[in-house]
């Protein structure tokens, strides 16, 4: 488990299954030409609106970006 603002934090990837793959921009360029490395053809994207609720300490906590 990690804290709910570290994960709405990390970036993100998108894909539908095919050898297209889009990253946000905060995605290394190393880890961005390893999957370029193994075929699959790479885009950079806009960043995806995140919202999350999780507990923490046994209270709610709301995260969003």
């Known amino acids: 488990n990690q804290p709910v603002d570290s994960a ?3 970036p993100r990837l998108h894909t539908e299954g095919s ?3 889009e ?3 905060k995605w290394s360029t190393e880890e961005v030409a390893g999957l370029k490395k193994l075929g699959y053809r790479v885009k ?3 960043s995806a609106t995140l919202s999350a ?3 923490e300490n ?3 906590k709301p995260a969003m970006r």
């Open 8 to 10: 709405i934090s990390a």
């Open 19 to 21: 050898d297209i793959v």
């Open 23 to 25: 990253f946000e921009k």
């Open 44 to 46: 950079t994207a806009g």
């Open 53 to 55: 609720v999780a507990r």
């Open 58 to 60: 046994g209270a709610l």
